[in-house]
């Protein structure tokens, strides 16, 4: 019984270290349609629309509008993907939409909330490498002002 108790303790005791080392492994990082959380990118703003309506009237270009970021033709941008694989810029952090990844491209999207406007982005990649090589971002703005409706889309093309 003795020399039974002691071979179990032995084999257990093997088992422990093996165990321990691969609990120091680290993990790897979480991957986001083809992006590894903590990538980044930087692309050139190449084109600006923004148009606005007020109730039946329509302004082009619109006026900046607060909560929307404002970027300028030539002007260089910094993406990151976030810790769950949200596209983090300057002013901004969208979702990323898990089903809205393929080869060619992956889709973000913020759902319009009580006190948000919805914003939508795509990071375009080659279909090679699967590196990103250009990005479009669109956000928008609603609002009510004497029961009239305002709402504000600025579009931006980058890369």
Known sequence: MRTLLLS????CALFVPMHQAEAKKPKPKPVYGGFTAGKTFTFTVGEVVSSATSGTQVITPAPPVKG?????AGQQVKFTIGKKGELKGPGFNIKFQPGGDSIAA???VNKPKK?????????????TTGEPIAVSLSFFSFKLVKRVPQVTSVYYVLD
């Open 68 to 72: 929307i970021p404002k970027f300028v």
């Open 8 to 11: 179990l303790f032995t084999i």
């Open 106 to 108: 992956n889709i973000y």
């Open 115 to 127: 006190n948000a406007s919805p914003v939508t982005a795509t990071v375009h990649k080659d279909t």
